[in-house]
């Protein structure tokens, strides 16, 4: 039986998934708009990633004696700069979501409940995996140096697919 704050602090991260998935869905639909095909199926791809997040821990919070709470989202950015940006922000929400993972695996720790910190454990990992794969983009990208994101694009989905041979 989960206790009421890491009920909470689950359901917080339920809304959290569910943003990512929604702001993931923006960039696809961004870059679809702008014709960059490769670039929208990633971000289509990982909104779908983000949605089976939020029901991996809404899920859990059931299973554990608690109530998995649908939650309202924020409508996500509907412009962004450029591909770089759209990246950029990428990473950044990542990097949010990390901090917000560990918080829960802190939690999980002070209160001695290994169940949950023994499950998060695939989270820490799929965090570590998401940055440096929005990592590598960003420094694919910025090898490009302003030149034609032509072959970029084409190529992006196979760079998703090598990564996630690597991690199975
Ligand atoms: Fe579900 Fe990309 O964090």
């Known amino acids: 039986m989960l206790s009421k704050k890491m009920e909470e602090i689950l359901n917080l991260q339920v809304g959290k998934e569910a943003y990512a998935s929604a702001l993931y869905l923006a960039m696809a639909s961004w870059a679809e708009k702008k014709g960059y ?51 950029d922000a990428s990473l ?34 799929e965090q570590l995996e998401e940055e440096s794969s929005v990592q590598g983009i960003i420094d694919k990208l910025n090898m490009l140096e302003g030149k034609s994101l032509y072959v970029f694009d084409r190529d992006i989905m196979k760079i998703r697919g090598a990564g996630e041979e690597g991690a199975e």
């Open 37 to 87: 095909e490769g670039i929208s199926e990633w971000f289509y791809a990982q909104s779908e990633e983000e949605r089976e997040h939020m029901l991996k821990f809404l899920r859990y919070v059931n299973e554990r004696g608690g109530h998995g709470i649908v939650p309202l989202v924020d409508q996500p950015p509907v412009e962004f700069k450029d591909v770089k940006n759209v990246f």
């Open 92 to 125: 950044e929400h990542e990097q949010m979501v990390t901090r917000s993972i560990n918080e829960i695996v802190g939690l999980a720790l002070e209160e001695k409940d290994f169940i949950t910190h023994n499950w998060i454990q695939w989270f820490v990992q």
